[in-house]
């Protein structure tokens, strides 16, 4: 790709851009733990959409993670349909397969010799993307709620009144005693900005600008 440097580690400086994702790529388990707890809610869902159970679920989106952190460094965006989102996705969709054999393979063994239509197949399509927009509103909520302890209490309420509670810029100023919209918006853009600098391509699909 044009424009890019390389790094001494061989990738390329274009490669990775949230700094997130730079920090966990480099050991930083803290950094990792959140790339974790902002995407774990969205595994879990993908899960349940596939018929697993609270408990297998649980166990697969485990499964995940613990994959993600093996092979961090495998993922790159060298194109704007390259996202940490549909990485996941892969990942996903694989150990729901994974999952879905082993199950067979288990009723196997316990019940001996058995017809293979009395053992529940897994899905043929394993579609888990069918709502891009609100998983991108999700992951974008709790990105906020991760770094909420940069802002102050103030601050963050403004920014969830607009952004979530869906307020006019007038009554939020009016609520919290603020001179004018323009100084709710700039709260507003401020956070956002934050946002995009520590999990930038973690969200990905939109602009959240």
């Known amino acids: 790709m044009s424009g890019e440097t390389s790094t001494e580690s061989g990738r390329s400086?274009?490669?990775?851009?949230?700094?997130?994702?730079?920090?966990?790529?480099?050991?930083?388990?803290?950094?990792?733990?959140?790339?974790?707890?902002?995407?774990?809610?969205?595994?879990?869902?993908?899960?349940?959409?596939?018929?697993?159970?609270?408990?297998?679920?649980?166990?697969?989106?485990?499964?995940?993670?613990?994959?993600?952190?093996?092979?961090l460094g495998n993922f790159r965006r060298e194109s704007s349909n390259d996202s940490f989102r549909a990485w996941i996705r892969t990942i996903t969709k694989n150990k729901i397969a994974d999952?879905?054999?082993?199950?067979?393979?288990?009723?196997?063994?316990?019940?001996?010799q058995v017809v293979d239509n009395e053992i529940p197949e897994p899905p043929l399509v394993i579609e888990l993307d069918d709502d891009p927009a609100r998983e991108t509103a999700e992951l974008y909520q709790r990105a906020v709620q991760l770094i909420r302890q940069q802002f102050s209490e103030r601050d963050f309420q403004v920014f969830w009144r607009i952004t979530v509670d869906g307020m006019s810029g007038k009554d939020v100023a009016e609520e919290f005693g603020m001179k004018s919209n323009g100084n709710v918006f700039t709260v507003v853009s401020r956070i956002k900005k934050r946002v995009r600098e520590e999990f930038g391509d973690l969200i990905d699909e939109g602009d959240q600008s």
């Not at 869902?45 to 609270?54: A, D, H, I, V």
């Not at 999952?99 to 001996?112: F, N, P, S, T």
């Open 13 to 71: 400086s274009g490669s990775l851009s949230t700094s997130v994702l730079e920090r966990a790529l480099v050991g930083d388990q803290g950094a990792f733990r959140k790339i974790t707890d902002l995407c774990d809610g969205l595994v879990y869902s993908w899960c349940r959409k596939q018929g697993l159970t609270e408990e297998d679920a649980k166990d697969v989106s485990q499964e995940v993670f613990t994959t993600v952190a093996m092979k």
């Open 99 to 112: 999952h879905y054999r082993a199950e067979k393979l288990r009723i196997q063994a316990i019940a001996g």
